[in-house]
C-alpha cells in the first residue's frame, strides 16, 4: 500500500510561495564548454528552457529541495520556477489534471511491495477509463514498464517479483520518466533516560509499535524494565477516524498512535520484511491450485479479544466483507481479489482468490488490521469506531481520545501475547508544529517524537539528555516529471534533464549533517527496501553539463547569452 | 439606540452573505476535499466520495443548499472528519475565549497602566523605556516570541537554575488526565496568552498614552488642577475616563478581529481553538467547516464593532447614537 505524505502544513501554515522570477544572468560563458551562440539571442522568437516546479507549501525540506535545485539548473543553462500550493490543490487537483512540468512530493510506502503499477503503469494515467482517479500523474507509456510491474502485481513469489520490479525500474529510466532523488531519514528522538525498551524503527507501523516494551526509566543505566508509569510521545499529525476502512481513513499517523495497539493484524511489517504476529500460529501456508491462490491462515487458540471473546475466522470474513462490500471504503486493492473466505473452523480461515495477488501478507493487516464480529455485526461500524472504540486485540487499549488534543492507551488485560504492557499508559501529545513539537521535547514535556525529516533537526544531537537515532526509511522524494507536457514531451529534453540534476549535492544539503553518509537512492523506493531495492538503474544519472548540451543541442536548443538554453 | 443596533446587525447580514460567497467559490475553486483520497488504489472511491459530498453538483447549487441548511441550523458535518461542525465550533470557540479574557484583561490592565504612566511622566526615562519596549513589542511577530518563549522559558530556564522540570508548559490547556481550572491549567496558559498579549499591550498602551496625554493638556483638567484636587484624583477621575474612550473602541474591535485570528499561537501551542479549525479546514478545502466558522468569527467581528459603537455613546454623554 502507498500513501503520498502530503507535505501538511507545518510551521504556522501559511509560508509564502517562493515563486522566484527569471534572473538574467550577466554570464557570458558556460562551464559546459558549449558554444553559447545563436538560438536564445539572435532568434528573438525562441523560446528559454524553463519550467516550474511545483511542491507543498509550508515544507522547509521541500523549499531547500527546490532551491538547490534551481540553483544547480542555472548553472547548466535551465530555468527553474519554484511554485508552493497547499496539499489539497496540488494533490487534489494540478496533478491528476497534469497541469504541471514537474513536481516534487514524497512517496510513503506502508508495505514492502513498491506496488509501481499504481504510479507507472499506462492504464493508470487519469481519464475516463478510471474515473480521472489513476495515479499515473506523470502520465508515463511503456509497454515494458506495464508488462514488468503488472506480472509483479500478480506474482506471489517474492524472489520472481524482486525480478520483475527490476525489470520494471529498468523500464522506467530507459523512458526517462521522473528521477528518484532523496530517501527519507527515518528519525527517532527520545530521553533515554527515562524512556527504557527496545527503541526500534518501524516504517509501516510506526516506532512504537513494540510500545508493550518499553519502559520507564529511574536512573539512566537502568536495563531492567520495570512496571508502571506513563510516557508521553509526540504526535504530527491526528487522525481524522479510527475506522481504518473508512475514506476518512488513511492517515499513517493514525496506525502509529492507535491502530498499530488495538487491531489485531496477520502479518507485522519490519525492517527485514513480513514477519507473522502472534496473532497466527505459524506462517500461513500458500498454495496454487489450477491458478487459484489459497491461504490458510492458522489462528493462535489464544487469541482473544479484549472482552475475553476469542478471535476467530469469522473475523476474518467479517473484515472481508466489509472491505469488499462495505460503504466508503478507502481502498479495496487486495480485498476485490479475494473470491471468498472460508471458516473451516473457528481457528483456521481459508482465503482463496479469484485473481493471484502478490502482496497477500499485508492484507487482514498493513493499515487495516481484522475488526471484532462479535462487537460490530449488524452495526454502523463507522459509528461504533470513528471517535475510537473501548475494544482491542492488540496489547492496548484506548483509555480515551480528547480530539484536538491527546490519546492515551492503556494495556489491554486480555493481551494474549508472551510480552504484557510494561507501562500504565501511553499518551500521544497531538503537535503539529515541528518547531514548537522540538522545544517541547528538549523540555521533557514530551520523552519522544518522530518528526519528519526536517534539515534543521541536525540541532537536537547538540542537547543533553536526547537521542537521535536515524537510519533511512521507506518514505523517499523525487522529481516527478510530467512525460506530456512540454518541455517534457521531449525524451531528450527528460534525459537532459536527469543529467542536469545534482542529485548527490541535494542529498548533501538536506540530510548529510542528520544521517552522515545517507546516498541517493537509484530506483523508485529506497535501500531500506531489502526485499526489493536491487539494480539501480538510475545510477548512471549523475550531474554531467557536457551531456546535457550534447542532448539538448540534439533536441535543437542553444544557449542564449543570457546562459538559459532556447528553441 | 435600540434602532440603531437593530440597522446595524441588518447592514452586517450581506456583508457575512458577500463574505460567504466569496470564502465558499474561492475555496472551491483551490481545493480538493477528496484530495487525500488521490492516494488510494481504488480507482472508484473518488468517485463515491465526490457523490456523497455533493461535490459533483455546480458550485452554486452547493452553496444554496449549503446556505440554506445554515439557515435552518443544520451547520453539517465536517468533509474530513466527519464531526458535526456545530459542535467542533462550539468545542473550539469555548477554547478561543479563554484565550481571548485572559488576554484582553491583562493586556488591557498593563496597557492601560503604562499609557496613564508614560502620559504622566512624559519623556521620563520610564516613558522612554516603555516608548522603546512597545515598539519592541510591536515588532515581535507571535510565532517567533512563541518559540523563543517555549526555548527559554521551558529549556534554557529550568537547565540554568538546575530545575528537573519546567515551571510552565507549552503544550495544550492541560496535562494528560487534568481538566478544569486548577494550577495546571494556569501553568499552561500564561506562555500562550503571553505570546498573544505582547503585541496587544505594545498597541493599546501606545493608544493609551496619546489619548492620556490629549486630554491631561485639556481645559478641564487645568481647572480641576487649579481648584486643588489631589493628583490621583485628577488623574484617574477625570483623566482616565475620557482617555478611555478611543482605546475602548479600539480594544472592542480587536477583540472580534481575535476570534478568528489566533491562528499562529494556537498552532504553536497546539490549543485547538478557532485557529486551528480554521487551519485545518483551509488545508483539506473543507467548505463545510469554513463557512460556519467565517459566519461565527464575522458575527464576532460585528458584533464587537457594535459594541464599540455603543460603549462610545455610553462612555460619553454627549454623543447620541442614531
Known amino acids: 500500500m502507498i500513501n503520498v505524505r502530503t507535505g501538511r502544513t507545518r510551521g504556522i501554515g501559511l509560508a509564502l510561495p517562493l515563486a522566484l522570477a527569471l534572473v538574467a544572468s550577466a554570464c557570458s560563458s558556460s562551464d559546459s564548454g558549449s558554444t553559447t551562440t545563436t538560438a536564445g539571442a539572435a532568434n528573438p522568437d525562441a523560446k528559454p528552457l524553463s519550467m516550474t516546479i511545483y511542491t507543498t507549501a509550508g515544507n522547509k525540506r521541500r523549499e531547500l529541495t527546490a532551491q538547490i535545485l534551481q540553483s544547480g539548473l542555472k548553472e547548466v543553462g535551465i530555468d527553474l520556477k519554484i511554485q508552493t500550493e497547499k496539499s489539497s490543490e496540488l494533490f487534489g487537483k494540478r496533478l491528476p489534471a497534469g497541469d504541471f512540468q514537474v513536481a516534487l512530493y514524497a512517496q510513503v510506502p506502508a508495505s514492502n511491495s513498491p506496488v509501481l503499477c499504481n504510479i507507472f503503469c499506462s492504464e493508470n494515467i487519469p481519464g475516463p477509463a478510471n474515473e480521472n482517479s489513476g495515479q499515473n500523474w506523470t502520465r508515463t507509456k511503456s509497454e515494458a514498464v506495464d508488462k514488468a510491474f503488472k506480472e509483479a502485481d500478480t506474482e506471489a513469489d517474492q524472489a520472481k517479483r524482486k525480478v520483475l520490479s527490476d525489470q520494471g525500474e529498468k523500464a522506467l529510466a530507459d523512458v526517462f520518466t521522473s528521477l528518484p532523488v532523496d530517501p527519507f531519514p527515518d528519525i527517532l528522538a527520545y530521553n533515554p533516560a527515562k524512556v527504557g525498551g527496545p527503541v526500534l524503527h518501524n516504517f509501516a507501523h510506526g516506532p512504537w509499535y513494540n510500545a508493550n516494551e518499553y519502559y520507564v526509566k529511574t536512573s539512566a543505566d537502568q536495563a531492567t524494565p520495570a512496571k508502571g508509569g506513563e510516557l508521553v510521545f509526540g504526535a504530527e499529525q491526528e487522525p481524522d477516524t479510527a475506522d481504518w476502512i473508512n475514506t476518512a481513513a488513511g492517515s499513517s499517523w493514525g496506525i502509529y498512535t492507535i491502530g498499530a495497539h488495538t487491531m489485531p493484524r496477520a502479518f507485522d511489517y519490519l525492517p527485514d520484511g513480513y514477519k507473522a504476529t502472534e496473532l497466527l500460529a505459524g506462517e500461513p501456508a500458500l498454495t496454487m491450485d489450477a491458478g487459484k491462490q489459497t491461504v490458510t491462515y492458522k489462528l493462535n487458540p489464544a487469541a482473544v479479544w479484549s472482552d475475553g471473546q476469542p478471535i476467530t475466522s469469522a473475523d476474518f470474513q467479517y473484515t472481508f466483507d466489509q472491505i469488499k462490500n462495505g460503504k466508503d471504503i478507502y481502498d479495496r486493492t487486495g480485498y476485490k481479489d479475494i473470491e471468498s473466505v472460508d471458516a473451516k473452523d473457528p481457528k483456521t480461515a481459508l482465503v482463496t482468490f479469484a485473481t493471484p495477488y502478490g502482496d497477500y501478507k499485508d492484507l487482514f493487516g498493513g493499515f487495516y488490521g481484522v475488526f471484532p464480529k462479535h462487537l460490530l455485526d449488524g452495526k454502523d461500524r463507522n459509528a461504533e469506531m470513528k471517535d475510537g472504540y473501548k475494544w482491542s486485540g492488540g496489547p492496548w487499549v484506548i483509555d480515551h481520545w480528547t480530539k484536538e488534543s491527546e490519546v492515551v492507551l492503556t494495556p489491554n488485560p486480555n493481551w494474549y501475547g508472551a510480552k504484557k504492557a510494561n507501562l500504565d499508559k501511553m499518551t500521544f501529545k497531538f503537535n503539529s508544529d515541528t518547531s514548537a513539537q522540538i522545544g517541547n521535547f528538549k523540555s521533557k514535556q514530551l520523552d519522544m517524537i518522530y518528526p519528519q525529516a526536517q534539515p534543521d533537526l541536525k540541532d537536537l544531537k547538540t542537547v543533553p539528555d536526547v537521542k537521535v537515532d536515524t537510519v533511512t526509511g521507506l518514505s523517499y522524494e523525487a522529481l516527478w516529471i510530467n512525460n506530456e507536457k512540454a518541455p517534457f514531451d521531449d525524451p531528450k529534453v527528460r534525459e537532459a534533464f536527469f543529467y542536469a540534476v545534482d542529485r548527490a549535492a541535494i542529498v548533501k544539503g538536506l540530510f548529510e549533517p542528520i544521517q552522515p553518509g545517507i546516498q541517493v537512492i537509484n530506483a523508485f523506493m529506497t535501500q531500506a527496501n531489502k526485499d526489493f531495492y536491487g539494480s539501480e538503474p538510475f545510477a548512471g544519472f549523475k550531474k554531467d553539463t557536457k551531456k546535457v548540451d550534447q542532448l539538448l543541442t540534439g533536441a535543437g536548443y542553444r544557449k542564449g547569452k543570457d546562459g538559459i538554453y532556447a528553441k | 439606540m435600540l434602532a440603531f443596533v437593530i440597522r446595524r446587525i441588518g447592514l452586517s447580514i450581506p456583508v457575512l452573505l458577500i463574505a460567504s460567497i466569496i470564502v465558499f467559490f474561492g475555496v472551491s475553486a483551490t481545493s480538493d476535499p477528496t484530495a487525500r483520497l488521490r492516494f488510494s488504489r481504488d480507482p472508484g472511491v473518488i468517485k463515491a466520495e465526490t457523490k456523497r459530498l455533493g461535490l459533483d453538483k455546480p458550485v452554486t447549487v452547493r452553496y444554496v443548499k449549503w446556505l440554506s441548511s445554515f439557515a435552518k ?10 464531526q458535526s461542525v456545530k459542535t467542533k465550533i462550539g468545542k473550539a470557540l469555548w477554547i478561543t475565549l ?225
Not at chain 2, 441550523?73 to 466527519?82: A, E, I
Request: hydrophobic share 50%; proline share 4%.
Open chain 2, 73 to 82: 441550523g443544520d451547520w453539517g458535518q465536517s468533509f474530513v472528519d466527519r
Open chain 2, 98 to 322: 479563554q484565550l481571548i479574557f485572559f488576554g484582553v484583561a491583562i493586556s488591557a490592565v498593563i496597557a492601560i497602566a503604562i499609557g496613564i504612566y508614560s502620559a504622566t511622566r512624559q519623556y521620563s526615562v520610564g516613558d522612554v523605556v516603555f516608548t522603546g519596549a512597545s515598539f519592541v513589542g510591536l515588532s515581535m511577530p507571535p510565532f517567533w516570541f512563541g518559540l523563543i518563549a517555549i526555548d527559554l522559558i521551558t529549556f534554557k530556564l529550568p537547565r540554568r537554575v538546575g530545575w528537573d522540570s519546567t515551571p510552565l508548559y507549552s503544550l495544550g490547556l492541560h496535562s494528560s488526565g487534568q481538566s478544569g481550572f486548577n494550577v495546571d491549567y494556569l501553568r499552561h496558559l500564561v506562555l500562550p496568552v503571553a505570546t498573544l498579549t505582547v503585541q496587544i499591550i505594545a498597541s493599546w498602551s501606545r493608544y493609551q498614552r496619546s489619548s492620556m496625554l490629549d486630554v491631561m493638556g485639556s481645559d478641564y483638567i487645568r481647572t480641576a488642577r487649579a481648584k486643588g484636587l489631589p493628583r490621583r484624583r485628577v488623574v484617574l477621575k477625570h483623566g482616565l475616563r475620557n482617555a478611555l474612550i478611543p482605546l475602548v473602541t479600539i480594544m472592542a474591535v480587536d477583540i472580534g478581529v481575535l476570534f478568528g485570528g489566533l491562528v499562529i499561537t494556537e498552532q504553536i501551542f497546539s490549543i485547538p481553538g478557532m485557529g486551528r479549525v480554521f487551519l485545518r479546514a483551509l488545508e483539506n478545502g473543507d467548505t463545510n467547516v469554513m463557512l460556519p466558522w467565517l459566519m461565527v468569527s464575522a458575527a464576532f467581528i460585528v458584533a464587537f464593532n457594535l459594541v464599540a459603537d455603543v460603549l462610545y455613546g455610553v462612555l460619553d454623554p454627549r454623543i447620541r447614537l442614531a
